[in-house]
Structure formats: structure tokens, C-alpha cells
């Protein structure tokens, strides 16, 4: 089995983003797709509004395979109710945070405490970069911040922190941080690294779909992992993250 | 026959490679099918002298089923000799050049000297477009290698065997006039990481015959080009060309 925590409506294309997204789930048996809504890097209220409507409709049109993130940008001031209502309206089952704001901008707590007292995970694009980095762009460092103020939250670090050296290094000492290695790097050793560092128990499997899917599944195959810890990568750790009745100690 | 046209040997200076040896190459192509492939030093991009890693590759790979790739940096003077030499002890069948690490342009002349020894020799070239994702690069950063500069070089080497290694879709997709028109350029699989359905929307715009299964194992994961391939909703014969068939022509030198 396996539930793919990491994927998208991209751009808003919802046709072409949601027939890949369908047709993968068919070819390569998955069983759960976590979506969230991206578009553009600043989006303004209205286009927020729209990315959750496709993953809300998403959601409607195929229960049971998909679950909804809420996309949130800290820096809108209806921020807070666009939460609140993707997540009680909606029955999204976590919030996505892209690029807006560094993860620990202030502006974000309010909507990370939201998240705890639902007891939410909250999905963190996080990517340091050799070139190219964007300007509020989070990286491990910002993770593990956020995670050491509100350890009761449940902070999903997307793409093992772009550069799992730095990213994972930044993260590996905070309980309250899951892992994915989403996205199109396949490097080798990075998945060996990551167990290494936090454990098969903090890492969830995620692709990033549309943008990649097979290579991150051939390193799942390819890495040194007992089958009990592909298994939880594959999909028992994600089935414990989005349990809203386990809660960190 | 199953073959790997990109793999690499020795060691990487930038992390841990846990699967460094050819006892690991050979137990991941076993594991996947592959009876063989085409490997290249990865000391020869960072020694001073590339040959003296090529000297290394030798005493690991001679007399097995792994086909050498010599290193040239064409910047180095006497490179002509290397060739020959490799020619006559290692049984070479092809080059390798890094412009990307040695810090050159495809258009200079001593590439264009590189490619009229190859031609005379008959050996291919392989040309790498890049070795990391340039996002994850440490410590050294790379010279980008322009996807223009590389289709006016191509486009002026219609007689020479050209592999292109590690490409991504956009790449060669902006390069389809060239690489559906030049008969002997050819590119490589571990590039294509991007997009869920990467071959078939690649065989929508790209003739099959140009696409070369390539690992760059250890670097990279191999089963995550071999799924790309494997997993595709195509015909089996095509999937066989892709993974051992199409490289027949590197074995015609």
C-alpha cells in the first residue's frame, strides 16, 4: 500500500493535474493522495480561495483516494478563516505552507496554533538551494525553529529540506518533525541518510505529483530498508500523522 | 542484454557514496536485469592529471563485463595521448567530457580538435550535461551548460556518435529539432526525472531509437530511471531498445 502525502493541483490546471494525479494512482497502486493547490509564488485572497475550491472539489468527486490540504498564506489577513474553513468546511486534513513567508514569520503562528488545537499536520515546503533561493523561501533552519516553539505541532518538512545535508541536519533533533523526500532530486544516498539521522519512523512517502512520482518510489526499492520500514514509509507513518486522535506527548 | 550507459566509479567528493564499489554496481544491474554497461572514472574529473584515474578505473573494471569511458579534459594539453593510450590498454569505447566541471564552452577549438580525434577513431562522445542537481551542489558550483550553446555544438558535429547524459525533459524538448535530425545524437534516461509520465509525453514529440537507458549510478538512484522506463505505458520492444538495444551503436567503434 501507499499513501502518497505530497501532491498537487498545480497551477490550477485542475484537468490535467487531477487526470495524472488519477492515472497514478491506477498505474502504480496508490491508495491516498494528500493534495494541495499551487499556483503562484504571491497569490493574492482570490486565488487561494480558488486553489482550495479544486481540492475541495477534489476531494468530493473521488472520497476515499483523495484528502485536502488547506493552502494558507500568512500574510493575508483573512488567513485564519481560510483555514477555518478548509478544515471545517472542508474536511481538509492539514495545512500547506509554500513560499509567502519564511515557516516562522510571526504571522504564521496564529494559524500553526489553529493547527494544533485541531491536531493537524502541517505541510512545509522547505528547500535550501545552491542558486536560486527564493527570497522568503524556508528552509530546515526555519523548521526546526517553528518545531522548537510549538513541539504539540505536527510539521511535515517537504523535500527532506531540499538539500536533506542541510535540511535534515537542521531537523533531526526535533520529535515533532516528519520527513518527505517529494520532489525530482533521487540522489542515491539521501533516503539511507535520513533514516539514518531521524529513523524510518519520522519519514512519509511523498512524490510531489504532477512534477515527479517513479524516481522517488525507485528510492524507496533501491534503499537499504527492511520491508517493515518500507512498509511505514510507504504508508503506516502517514496513517499516524494524519490521526487527529494521536497526539504528541 | 540490458546495458547502462552512465555509470561511474570511484570517489564522489561532495557526500557519502554508500555503493561505491563494482561489487555494488554489479549486485544493483543484477537486480534490475542489466548485464553491463559503460563507466567512467569519477576521479578523473577532479585529479589534476584525469588519466591517473582512468589508470584506477582500469585495474577495477579490465576483464569484466563493465566497458571503459576515458576522461578527457580537452583544456589539458596532451589529451591526444591519453586517447591512444587508452585505445591500446583499457580497449576504451568512448569519451567523457565535463564541461560543466573543467570549465570550457563546446564551441572552443580544442573541443572541435577532441571531436575530429573521435571521429578518426571512431569512438563516441559522451557529453555530461550536468552530475548534480545544481540546487543541491556544495562547495563547488558548477558553470550551467546553455541548452543554445549545446544544440549549435551538436549541430555541428552531424558525423560523431554524440551521447547526451543526464538532460531533462525541457532540455530536449528545446533541443527535438536537432536531436530527431542529427541520426548519431543520442541522449541518456537519468535526466528525466521531471514529470509523472516522463517517456510517453517524451515519444509524443522524440523518436524512440535516440533514448539510451543511463543510471548515473552511484550518484543517482538506479531504480528510479529503471522504473521510469519499466513503468511506462509503452511497447515492450520499445522499452527493450531503450534499455540495451539502441546502444548497439556504441559498440560498432
Known amino acids: 500500500m501507499i499513501i502518497d502525502v505530497h501532491t498537487h493541483i498545480w497551477g490550477g490546471d485542475y484537468e490535467s493535474s487531477t ?43 473521488h472520497p476515499g483516494l ?61 528547500f535550501h538551494k545552491a542558486v536560486g533561493q527564493l527570497e522568503f523561501e524556508t528552509t530546515g533552519i526555519h523548521v526546526a525553529n517553528l518545531a522548537k516553539r510549538y513541539p504539540q505541532a505536527k510539521l511535515l518538512m517537504a523535500h527532506f529540506g531540499g538539500n536533506c545535508y542541510h535540511g535534515i541536519r537542521a ?40 512534477i515527479a512520482y517513479l524516481v522517488n518510489w525507485g528510492q524507496v526499492e533501491e534503499a537499504d530498508l527492511t520491508q517493515e520500514e518500507k512498509e511505514a514509509i510507504y504508508w503506516k507513518n502517514a496513517v499516524q500523522l494524519f490521526d487527529r486522535n494521536y497526539r504528541l506527548s | 542484454m540490458y546495458q547502462d550507459v552512465n555509470v561511474l566509479l570511484g570517489h564522489w567528493p561532495f557526500r557519502k557514496i554508500r555503493k561505491h564499489t563494482l561489487e555494488h554496481l554489479r ?15 569519477i576521479n578523473s574529473i577532479f585529479y589534476n592529471d584525469p588519466f591517473d584515474g582512468d589508470e584506477e578505473l582500469h585495474e577495477i573494471i579490465r576483464g569484466t563485463e563493465y566497458k571503459h569511458i576515458l576522461t578527457v579534459n580537452p583544456t589539458l594539453p596532451g589529451w591526444q595521448r591519453d586517447i591512444v593510450t587508452g585505445i591500446e590498454r583499457f580497449g576504451i569505447h568512448g569519451v567523457r567530457i565535463y564541461p560543466t566541471y573543467h570549465d570550457y564552452s563546446l564551441l572552443s577549438p580544442e573541443v572541435s580538435e577532441l571531436c575530429a580525434a573521435l571521429k578518426t577513431y571512431q569512438l563516441p562522445l559522451f557529453v555530461t550535461k550536468r552530475l548534480e542537481d545544481e540546487r543541491l551542489e556544495y562547495i563547488l558550483k558548477t558553470k550551467p551548460l546553455d541548452v543554445s550553446e549545446l544544440r549549435q555544438f551538436v549541430s555541428g558535429q552531424p558525423d560523431l556518435d554524440i551521447v547526451l547524459l543526464n538532460i531533462r ?5 528545446a533541443m527535438e529539432k536537432e536531436i530527431n535530425s542529427l541520426p548519431r545524437l543520442y541522449f541518456d534516461t537519468s535526466g528525466l526525472k521531471d ?39 509503452i511497447g515492450e520492444d520499445v522499452k527493450r531498445g531503450i534499455f540495451g538495444g539502441h546502444a548497439r551503436f556504441l559498440q560498432r567503434g
Open chain 2, 27 to 41: 549486485q544493483v544491474h543484477k537486480e534490475n536485469g542489466i548485464s553491463g554497461g559503460y563507466v567512467s572514472s
Open chain 1, 19 to 61: 487526470r495524472q494525479l488519477l492515472e497514478a494512482s491506477r498505474r502504480y497502486g496508490i491508495s491516498k493522495l494528500y493534495v494541495s493547490g499551487l499556483k503562484s509564488h504571491y497569490p493574492d485572497e482570490a486565488e487561494v480561495e480558488s486553489l482550495n475550491a479544486d481540492v475541495h472539489r477534489f476531494m468530493k468527486e
Open chain 1, 171 to 210: 531537523t533531526r533533533d526535533c520529535p515533532n518533525v516528519w520527513h518527505d523526500f517529494s520532489g525530482s532530486p533521487f540522489r542515491r544516498d539521501d533516503l539511507d541518510y535520513a533514516v539514518e539521522q531521524v529513523g524510518a519512523s519520522r519519514i512519509v512517502y511523498g512524490s510531489d505529483m504532477p
Open chain 1, 66 to 126: 483523495v484528502e485536502g490540504y488547506c493552502y494558507v498564506s500568512p500574510v493575508h489577513a483573512n488567513a485564519l478563516d481560510v483555514l477555518k474553513r478548509g478544515i471545517e468546511d472542508y474536511s481538509m486534513a492539514g495545512m500547506k505552507l509554500w513560499v509567502a513567508t519564511f515557516c516562522d514569520d510571526p504571522r504564521a503562528f496564529p494559524l500553526v496554533e489553529q493547527c494544533i488545537e485541531y491536531n493537524v499536520p502541517i505541510l512545509i515546503h522547505s
Open chain 2, 195 to 233: 514529470r509523472v509520465f516522463v517517456v510517453e509525453d517524451l515519444l509524443r514529440k522524440i523518436s524512440a531509437e535516440k533514448i539510451v537507458y543511463g543510471s548515473q549510478h552511484p550518484l543517482y538512484t538506479l531504480k528510479s530511471t529503471f522504473f521510469v522506463v519499466d513503468k511506462a505505458e
Open chain 2, 169 to 173: 525533459f525541457n532540455e530536449i524538448m
